[in-house]
């Protein structure tokens, strides 16, 4: 990790050594304001994304993630809103190079989906996805109603890192945990209707509850569930201390996952992250996977919470 701030840190310092260079020549004529003005934009560009990239400083920053979405109160267009949700997320994962896999879905009885899990592999994807903790609210004229009115609905997403087994040790007690089996449901071909493969395991002590139908066998599931549960018990350790230190840190914001955290109005084409204060008026365009802008929004709010202007 130090050897990829080291490379960041030359390229800056080439781009701007190149700004310098082209302002000279253009002072004696061999160079134009144009090409000035483009190399300084190139390396402003790379300076703000460096800055941005200094958000991501914790230790769990650079691990994978799972992303979990469920449907709120509301029915059919609840499990709709999900499945839009889920389908944003896929699209920007693909769109930023990262691999995703699916872990669980629970379909909705009309259409969408009721919950679902996904695991998504690639360097920092905990890192830019940590902030879409909380409840996301659709407001739109629903396509369910028939009287065409406009309509509200929720689904919370929860992110947490993948922790691998040698990031950090977890000691789960054989005691604590109860096991279901089930059979899967949602994409997979035939042979997820056929056997009862896919586990729920569901962690006493602290009431997590966490469930895989991804892989072939019952054996498989067990083992992937067990390392979300030991994933999800580390995110947990790290909501605590973060809890503790901002009861310290009385000045900043207090962010807990089940709030709302971003409204997407649709008949009035706007976007809007209610921490950040970022908004954009291209719907379209964020539920297919345009999420960069929030993201780091999100992230350069939390360094220094004060609102973030979006490029209109």
């Known amino acids: 990790m130090h050897k990829n701030w080291v490379d960041e840190y030359n390229r800056l310092a080439r781009e701007v050594d190149d700004l310098d260079v082209l302002y000279e020549f253009q002072k004696e004529g061999l160079a134009t304001e144009e090409e000035v003005d483009a190399q300084y934009k190139k390396a402003a560009d790379l300076l703000a994304d460096a800055e941005f990239r200094s958000t991501l400083n914790q230790k769990e920053d650079p691990m994978n993630a799972v992303l979990t979405i469920n ?4 029915g059919t267009e609840a499990c709709d809103w999900a499945s839009m949700l889920l389908r944003m997320y896929r699209m920007w ?5 990262f691999k995703v896999e699916d872990i669980f879905e629970q379909p909705g009885e009309t259409a969408g989906i009721k919950s679902a899990s996904i695991e998504i592999r690639g360097p920092y994807a905990y890192g830019w996805l ?4 909380g409840v996301h609210r659709l407001v739109r004229v629903s396509p369910f109603n028939a009287q065409g009115k406009r309509q509200t609905s929720f689904a919370s997403v929860f992110v947490y890192p993948l922790v691998e087994d040698d990031d950090i040790e977890i000691v789960i007690r054989p005691d604590d945990i109860e096991m279901d089996v089930f059979r899967a449901s949602g994409a ?4 997820v209707n056929r056997t009862e493969s896919a586990v729920r395991l569901r962690h006493l002590p602290s009431g997590i509850v966490v469930e895989c139908q991804a892989e072939r066998s019952q054996h498989q599931n067990r ?3 067990m390392q979300m549960l030991k994933s999800r018990l580390y995110e947990l350790e790290l909501r605590k201390r973060q809890e503790e230190k901002e009861k310290i840190e009385a000045g ?5 996952w089940g709030s709302q955290i971003r409204s997407y109005v649709l008949d009035d084409r706007w976007v809007k992250d209610l921490r950040s204060g ?8 964020v539920l297919n996977g345009d999420l960069d802008g929030f993201l780091k929004a999100y992230l350069m709010w939390k360094s220094n919470p004060t609102p973030v202007e979006a490029e209109e």
Request: charged share 35%.
């Open 71 to 74: 449907a709120g109160a509301g």
């Open 93 to 97: 994962a693909e769109k930023s190079g």
């Open 130 to 133: 940590k902030g879409e903790n």
């Open 188 to 191: 997979g071909g035939q042979h």
């Open 223 to 225: 083992e992937r569930a």
């Open 252 to 256: 900043k914001a207090k962010i807990e």
């Open 278 to 285: 970022y908004k954009v008026h291209n719907p379209d365009a």
